[in-house]
C-alpha cells in the first residue's frame, strides 16, 4: 500500500543538545509539528471511537504531548531502549513506524503491527527496543531494565526509558525495578508520568499528604528531580536534555516525577464527573501545546504556523483514508503464531562437558545424579552460548537452595551467573527483557512456589509476547517443584496445571539424569518461555549415567518405558518411579501387563503414540502428583480419550493427590500424595 507522504518536517525524528544550543526556535518548531500531529490524531482517533469505527476503547494523549515528545525526539533510537504507556502516542510516532502503521493498530484492521491482537497503543516495535506495553503497567519497567542491560552486555552505548504513572508508582514492581537498576548501575531514566489521577482517584487518595513522588530517589541511592512539562516546552527540552546527559556520564539510574495532563479522561468512556469544579478548566489553560504556538508565533513563526497547522491536519486525514480502506484480519492460522517459530539447532559439541571427542572414541558417560546431570547442562550451555546466562536468588556463591548451580560462579564470573534480589517478578521481568532482546537467561526459582509471584509476568508478558508482538523470548524458568520432602505448603507445590492452562508457554519435566541433561539442552534452544519442572525428590534420588545423546530434543516426546497390552498408564516426573513399581506388581500379581509412559513433554502435547498404545489396550490410566481436581489429568483423559471413547473397555482411572494444601507432617503428607499403596488399592478397585 501506498502510505501519504508525510511533511517535509516530520523527517527528522531527533534532537540533539547541540540542535537546542545552535537553533532553538528551529527545534521547538519541529517539537511542535510532533505534539500537534500526535494530539490530531488522539482527537480523530477519539472521534471515530465515538462513531463506532474504532472498537475496544481509546485512552488519549492529549496533554501528555510536552513530556512525550520532547523525551522521544531526544533519546538514540538507534539504540537505546523504551517501553511507552498509554498516553505515548507521540513517542510512538517518533521511534519507528508510519502514522498509518499506528492508526492500522488503532483500527484492529489486516495490516496492523499486532495483526489486530493486541489494542490501541499497547503495541512496540520490539526489533527497534521499544517494548510493547500491558496494561499492568508496572511490569513493563523491569523488561526496559533487562533490554538494557542485554543492550549494553552487547556492548551498545544504549541508556532506557522506562515510563511510570503516579498510580502504577505504587506497584512494587516498580520498586523492584528501581532497585535493580540501581544495583546494577545502569543507565535508565525512570520517568513518573504524574498526571494526578489514576483512572478517578486523585494522587490525595494515592500517597500521603505533601509527597512528592521524585523523593523516593533518594531511598534507592540516585538522583531525583521534578519537571513541570506544562509550562515551557524550550525548559522541559533543556531539562531532559541535562538529565540524558548525566544518565551516559555517571552510568547511574535517576527519576524524574514529570508534571503533566490527562485532558480527555483515563478513556474514551470516562465521564471525569470526578473533577472538582473547575479542574477541568485549568488542565486546558495549562496545555503546553497552544502555549508552545503562541512562543512560536511571537517569534515571527506565525504564517509558517498556519501552514504547518493545515498541512499536518490534512496529512492526518490523508492517512486515515488509507487505514480506514484496510481489510478486516483473517483468524486463519492465527494459532500457529502462539509460540516462536524453531529456532536454528544449536550446535553443540557433541559432549556432555563441551570437549569434542576424539575420533572414534565412544562418547563421554558419567554416573551423576539428576542435580548433577542439570548442572552439567548449566555448564555446557554457559561454555558453548555466549549469550546465555543464569540468574536467580542464591544461586552464585551458594550454588542454589539444591546446589544445582554450584560452582558455576567460579568458573564463569558474576556477570553470567548473577544473585538477584528476593523479587521474583523484577527478577522474571529482567529476564524477559534480556531475552527478546537477544540473549537467554535461564532463571532457576528457590522453589517452583514462589514463582507464583511472578506469575503476571510469567503468563501475560512472557507467554503472550510472540502472539501480540511477533518477537521471541528465549527463556527458561526452572521449577524445583513436587512434595514428599516434608516442606509443607509453600515448598512442595506442583504448577504445571496452573500454569499451562494458560497459552504460550512450553513445559517439559524430566524424571531422570538423562532426560534432565536433555531437557535443559532442548528447552534453552527452543526460543520460547518454556518452564522446566524439576522434581526435588528426584535431584539425588541415585545416580545414573547419563551421555551426549544426538537425540535430545525426543525429550519433547512422550518414551514408552515398558510395554504391555492391558492398560496405557500414563504419568511423568517422580510419579515414573512408582507406577514402575505398581506395574511390576499387577504383573506379577494379576498378570496384567501395562504399557508405561513417560509423558516428559507436558507443552506442547504430542500425544499420537500414546494414542496408539489406547487404541489397543483399550484402557487408560493417567497418575499425577497433583491435586486431582483440575488436575493436569483431566486434560489428559479429555484428550486420550476423546477420539477413542467408543473404543474404551473400562472408565479412565484419573489418579492424583487430595485436594488440600501441602499438609506438613509426614503423616499428613502422605496420606495427601498418591503413594505405592494408595494407587495400588486404587487400581486393583478399578480392575474390579
Known amino acids: 500500500m501506498v502510505y501519504p507522504k508525510p511533511p517535509a518536517i516530520l523527517a527528522g525524528r531527533d ?21 500537534l500531529t500526535a494530539r490530531t490524531a488522539d482527537n480523530r482517533i477519539l472521534d471515530l471511537f465515538r462513531q463506532g469505527l474504532i472498537r475496544g476503547t481509546v485512552t488519549g494523549g492529549q496533554g501528555n504531548e510536552g513530556l512525550i515528545v520532547p523525551l522521544a525526539l531526544l533519546a538514540d533510537k538507534d539504540v537505546d531502549v523504551i517501553s511507552l504507556t498509554h498516553r505515548g502516542l507521540g513517542g510512538h510516532l517518533i521511534w519507528s513506524g508510519h502514522l498509518v502503521d499506528h492508526l492500522n493498530q488503532y483500527f484492529a484492521n489486516a495490516a496492523s ?27 513493563m519497567v ?16 544504549a541508556m532506557g526509558f522506562a515510563f511510570i504513572g503516579d498510580g502504577s508508582s505504587s506497584t512494587g514492581d516498580v520498586h523492584e525495578s528501581l532497585n ?38 533518594a531511598g534507592y541511592g540516585i538522583e531525583g528531580l521534578a519537571l513541570d512539562c506544562t509550562a515551557d516546552v524550550a525548559a522541559t527540552l533543556q531539562t531532559f536534555a541535562a538529565a540524558i546527559d548525566k544518565v551516559h556520564r555517571t552510568g547511574r539510574p535517576l527519576l524524574i516525577e514529570a508534571n503533566t495532563l490527562r485532558l480527555r479522561g483515563h478513556a474514551a468512556y470516562d465521564t471525569c ?71 536454528p539447532p544449536v550446535p553443540w559439541v557433541p559432549s556432555i562437558d563441551s570437549e569434542p571427542p576424539t575420533k572414534n572414541a565412544k562418547p563421554k558417560t558419567e554416573i551423576v545424579t539428576m542435580a548433577q546431570a542439570l548442572n552439567r547442562a548449566l555448564r555446557k550451555i554457559l561454555t558453548e552460548r555466549p549469550e546465555s546466562l543464569v540468574l536467580g536468588q542464591d544461586i552464585a556463591t551458594y550454588g542454589g537452595a539444591f546446589k544445582v548451580t554450584e560452582g558455576l560462579l567460579k568458573d564463569f564470573g558474576r556477570p553470567r551467573v548473577m544473585n538477584m534480589p528476593l523479587a521474583e ?74 500454569y499451562l492452562s494458560m497459552p504460550g508457554l512450553k513445559a517439559l519435566y524430566p524424571s531422570n539424569p538423562q532426560d534432565a541433561f536433555n531437557a535443559l539442552l532442548a528447552a534453552f534452544e527452543d526460543g520460547n518461555p518454556v518452564l522446566l519442572f ?78 496408539e498404545s489406547l487404541a489397543r489396550t483399550h484402557r487408560l490410566i493417567v497418575l499425577h502428583e497433583g491435586r486431582r481436581t483440575h488436575g493436569f ?56
Not at 513399581?581 to 513417560?598: G, S
Open 15 to 35: 534532537l540533539r543538545p547541540a540542535d537546542l544550543a545552535a537553533d532553538l526556535p528551529g527545534a521547538l518548531l519541529r517539537t511542535y509539528a510532533w505534539m
Open 142 to 157: 523491569s523488561n526496559v531494565v533487562g533490554a538494557l542491560d542485554s543492550q549494553r552486555r552487547f556492548g551498545r552505548p
Open 180 to 217: 535493580l537498576a540501581t544495583l546494577l548501575n545502569l543507565p535508565i531514566l525512570f520517568v513518573i508520568e504524574n498526571n494526578h489521577y489514576a483512572y478517578s482517584t486523585p494522587v490525595s487518595e494515592q500517597y500521603a499528604a505533601g509527597l512528592e513522588l521524585w523523593r523516593r530517589a
Open 534 to 611: 524439576e522434581h526435588k525428590g528426584l535431584y539425588r534420588r541415585g545416580k545414573h549415567p547419563i551421555t551426549w545423546d544426538p537425540h535430545f530434543r525426543d525429550v519433547w516426546n512422550p518414551k514408552c518405558v515398558r510395554t504391555g497390552d492391558f492398560a496405557t498408564l500414563v504419568t511423568y516426573g517422580e510419579m515414573v518411579h512408582l507406577t514402575g513399581e505398581i506395574c511390576d506388581y499387577f504383573a506379577a500379581e494379576y498378570e496384567r501387563n501395562f504399557e508405561l509412559w513417560d509423558l516428559r513433554g507436558l507443552s506442547p502435547l504430542r500425544l499420537d503414540a500414546i494414542k
Open 273 to 343: 464527573d470526578y473533577l472538582k469544579p473547575g479542574e477541568a478548566e485549568a488542565m486546558f489553560a495549562a496545555d503546553p501545546l497552544p502555549k508552545l504556538r503562541a512562543r512560536l508565533a511571537a517569534g515571527g513563526h506565525g504564517a509558517n504556523l498556519d501552514a504547518l497547522d493545515a498541512e499536518i491536519a490534512a496529512f492526518v486525514e490523508e492517512c486515515l483514508k488509507v487505514a480506514m480502506a484496510q481489510p478486516r484480519p483473517d483468524p486463519t492460522g492465527m494459532e500457529h503464531d502462539l509460540f516462536a517459530p524453531p529456532a
Open 633 to 688: 489429568g483431566a486434560e489428559l483423559v479429555a484428550r486420550l480419550t476423546e477420539e477413542l471413547f467408543f473404543s474404551l473397555e473400562a472408565p479412565p482411572l484419573r489418579l492424583g493427590a487430595l485436594d488440600l494444601p501441602v499438609p506438613f507432617a509426614p503423616e499428613l503428607e502422605t496420606a495427601f500424595r498418591p503413594t505405592r499403596e494408595k494407587v495400588l488399592a486404587a487400581v486393583a478397585s478399578w480392575l474390579g
Open 425 to 498: 517478578s523484577v527478577s522474571t521481568g529482567y529476564a524477559i527483557g534480556l531475552a527478546v532482546n537477544g540473549h537467554h537467561p535461564i532463571e532457576e526459582f528457590q522453589f517452583a512456589d514462589f514463582s507464583t509471584e511472578a506469575t503476571t509476568q510469567i503468563v501475560l508478558n512472557a507467554a503472550t509476547y510472540h502472539f501480540r508482538s511477533g518477537a521471541a523470548v528465549p527463556l527458561v524458568l526452572r521449577l524445583p517443584c513436587g512434595g514428599g520432602l516434608t516442606f509443607g505448603s509453600f515448598h512442595s507445590e506442583e504448577l504445571e496445571s496452573f
Open 113 to 139: 503491527p499486532t495483526k489486530a491482537r493486541e489494542g490501541n497503543v499497547h503495541h512496540g516495535d520490539p526489533k527497534h527496543r521499544s517494548l510493547p506495553m500491558i496494561s499492568h503497567l508496572g511490569i
